[in-house]
């Protein structure tokens, strides 16, 4: 079945820097478009970029310039580097796909930013 596995969040400082992994299982990776959405506390879940099969990025405006997502086809793991982090981006971050019309979901990791 389809497996989303989100990790490498944590606590940083205003202005640091995070990298976050999601790992996929039970599909063909390699022929998907991958998205991360996130959702702040008391908020609705926002979507913050994807990135194609071939490797095309699309990003939200609140993640124009500061992150960046790429993907490793061979490793079946989706990427979403995060830069110069304000105390906005707190949040939890989650990966997904849509395959047959049936959206999936990770569970999430969370990003503290603290001032």
């Known amino acids: 079945q389809v497996q989303l596995v989100e990790s490498g969040g944590g606590k940083v400082q205003v202005g640091g820097s995070l990298k976050l992994s999601c790992v996929a299982s039970?599909?063909?990776?390699?022929?998907?478009?991958m998205a991360w959405y996130r959702q702040a506390p008391g908020k609705a879940r926002e979507w913050v970029g994807r990135i194609s099969a071939g490797g095309i990025t699309t990003y939200a405006d609140l993640a124009k310039g500061r992150f960046t997502i790429s993907r490793n086809n061979t490793e079946k793991v989706m990427f979403l580097q995060l830069d110069n982090l304000s105390t906005d981006d707190t949040a939890t971050y989650y990966c997904n796909t849509v395959r047959y019309s049936t959206t999936y979901w990770g569970q999430g990791t969370q990003v503290i930013v603290s001032s």
């Open positions: 039970g599909f063909f990776f390699n022929s998907v478009t």
